[in-house]
């Protein structure tokens, strides 16, 4: 039975009070298990955040306490630091707490205001946020990003077979590449601040002239992304499926058939190839208790057997090309509008360029770190699977309910953690009914008073109705609303029909090739389904509040990506 907070659970310092779901559902949806939050997480991507945030020039180490509160993590949900961001608007010239919370966190009344404190100032900090500033407008590409890429792809590439490791072997392993996540996160922090910048820019010049919703437009579809990368490789996947009767058969087989069928063939060296290149993702995949590409092949049937369905007019790479068409039209356009402006001017295009690169570096950090998870998530099936064989485990994701600081007493005696590693397992997933406030302010109420999902009651729309949130990707489309909760489960979901649910990661990616937009409870400008819709040049208003809940699902609505609001049409 849950108690006042969960093993793993942090409290909120006086110094950093303040937290948000926003912008952390996108990472972490499901409660984080602990050996996820443990060996990852506090030993790695906490500390990466720090030295990010460090390096960057935002803060000094010795600002932060022990362990650093880079994040907050309440009854088992992640959660994004407002002070940690906001200090960059205080900090960094030209920028505002305010404007940091327009580009990272959700727009919710709830959300607490910035309050000042004199040890926010900071001249020297704000000297060397400029110079940050100025490389990341400069336009360059940020090599750390793809060195890293490298050494992960290199990781992958030379993983030993792990069934001839040792069980201390395997455990050395998943702490040596956990300890990676620090250097690695560290340029995450990096690309993600600096992804914001060229937006802010191009934003805040063609709101100025009256454009504001081409300035959305220029910041998508610059390409390489590597979230849309995903998506475009199922897709090419889905178009072998079509070409051939025999491949066909096997997913009309089912999900348990498929694979058994598809043995021999070319089909199956492509899937192989995919699985090499895109195996560390899947749902919740910053957790390596998570399902991935790799060890759930049903991820992947599931994604493939609606990709199937689709008309050739869906390929993504067709709308890719005409909207990266559009956005250099509209950049030329403005260009020469401002021309006689030369500082104008000159950041316009600085904007630009830097938006592209860094949306790009963003996303492919990202990958680099989930790779690096994913390797500890094979170690530890590994060991699981052992435990399971040898009567000690339940079943192999219970390995995930240890602490890092238990692993060696556990290979010593695996048997002395079976009864406790069953009680956190259905602990943990009670903490999966659970809806988390999505704001902390300084205290975190009691697990026990936390509501349950199904518990939440919210108002109805009627026709005419018109909700509003953060416009992230323009265009303007009417279509019938689909409530999707799982991506993995899309039964609804018909092509053309608008994406509703939650929140997104990349493995949700290929429903949006069969989406005409995306309305999403949770997220920002520059969050996952903000970036991949963009990418795709479908509508997309993210933060709709309730969204899921208030939108019947099979009801007609009209999404417009520009102003930021959805106006019910008619319901089913």
């Not at 039975?1 to 310092?13: A, H, Y």
């Not at 180490?61 to 960059?88: I, K």
């Not at 416009?471 to 979901?493: E, H, M, N, Q």
Request: proline content about 6%; some cysteine; aromatic content about 8%.
């Amino acid at each position: 039975m849950l108690g006042e907070k969960w093993i793993i659970d942090r409290t909120p310092s006086k110094k950093f009070p303040n937290y948000t779901r926003g912008n952390a559902a996108d990472v972490l949806a499901d409660p984080v298990s602990p050996l996820g939050w443990s060996l990852c997480w506090e030993k790695g991507v906490v500390l990466g955040c720090r030295d990010g945030f460090v390096s960057f020039g935002v803060f000094d180490a010795d600002e932060y306490g022990t362990p650093p509160e880079t994040f907050g993590l309440f009854g088992g949900y992640f959660y994004n630091s407002l002070m940690q961001a906001r200090l960059m608007g205080v900090r960094m010239p030209g920028a505002t707490p305010e404007a940091i919370d327009a580009a990272y966190f959700d727009n919710t009344p709830d959300v607490p205001p910035y309050v000042h404190e004199p040890w926010h100032d900071s001249p020297r900090h704000e000297a060397k946020l400029g110079e940050t500033m100025g490389y990341v407008m400069s336009g360059v590409t940020h090599t750390p990003v793809e060195e890293q890429k490298k050494i992960a792809k290199k990781i992958r590439a030379e993983r030993p077979e792990l069934s001839k490791l040792t069980d201390a072997q395997l455990v050395a392993r998943a702490r040596e590449i956990g300890a990676l996540l620090v250097p690695f996160f560290e340029q995450h922090v990096w690309v993600s601040l600096g992804a914001s910048l060229g937006p802010g820019a191009v934003g805040a010049i063609t709101a100025a002239i009256g454009r504001a919703e081409d300035g959305v437009k220029l910041i998508g579809s610059v390409g390489d992304i590597d979230s849309a990368l995903i998506a475009i490789d199922l897709w090419d996947l889905s178009r072998l499926i079509r070409a051939s009767a025999d491949i066909t058969a096997a997913f009309e087989a089912g999900a348990d058939a498929w694979e058994s069928r598809i043995k021999g063939t070319d089909f199956e060296a492509a899937l192989d190839a995919f699985k090499l290149k895109h195996g560390s993702r899947g749902p919740n995949e910053w957790d390596p208790a998570a399902p991935s590409y790799e060890t759930s092949p049903r991820l992947i049937y599931a994604q493939l057997d609606r990709l199937r369905r689709q008309s050739d007019s869906a390929d993504p790479r067709a709308a890719a090309k005409r909207n990266s068409a559009e956005r250099e039209r509209i950049f030329a356009e403005i260009a020469e509008m401002i021309a006689g402006d030369a500082e104008t001017a000159g950041t316009f295009a600085a904007g630009y360029r830097s938006a592209a690169i860094w949306q790009q570096g963003r996303e492919r950090c990202k990958t680099n770190n989930i790779v690096l998870i994913h390797e500890v998530r094979m170690v530890m099936h590994e060991l699981g699977r052992r435990c399971v064989a040898g009567g000690h485990l339940g079943n192999v994701d219970q390995i995930f309910m240890l602490m890092e600081s238990e692993l060696d007493d556990f290979v010593a005696d695996p048997a002395q953690f079976t009864v406790k590693l069953a009680e956190r397992e259905a602990d943990h997933k009670e903490l999966a009914t659970l809806i988390p406030p999505f704001i902390v302010n300084g205290s975190v109420p009691p697990l026990k008073d936390w509501k349950k999902r199904g518990q939440t009651t919210v108002a109805p729309v009627k026709a005419g109705d018109v909700l509003t949130g953060t416009a992230c990707s323009a265009g303007t489309y009417t279509g019938k609303a689909r409530i999707v909760l799982d991506p993995f489960d899309p039964s609804g979901l018909d092509a053309g029909d608008i994406l509703v649910t939650l929140n997104t990661d990349p493995s949700w990616t290929p429903l949006f090739l069969a989406a005409g937009a995306v309305v999403v409870n949770l997220g920002a400008i520059g969050s996952h389904a903000s970036i991949v819709s963009r990418e795709l040049g479908i509508p997309c208003v993210s933060s709709v509040t309730d969204a899921t809940l208030r939108i019947p699902d099979g009801s007609t609505i009209t999404v417009d990506g520009a102003a930021g609001t959805i106006t019910v049409v008619s319901l089913p």
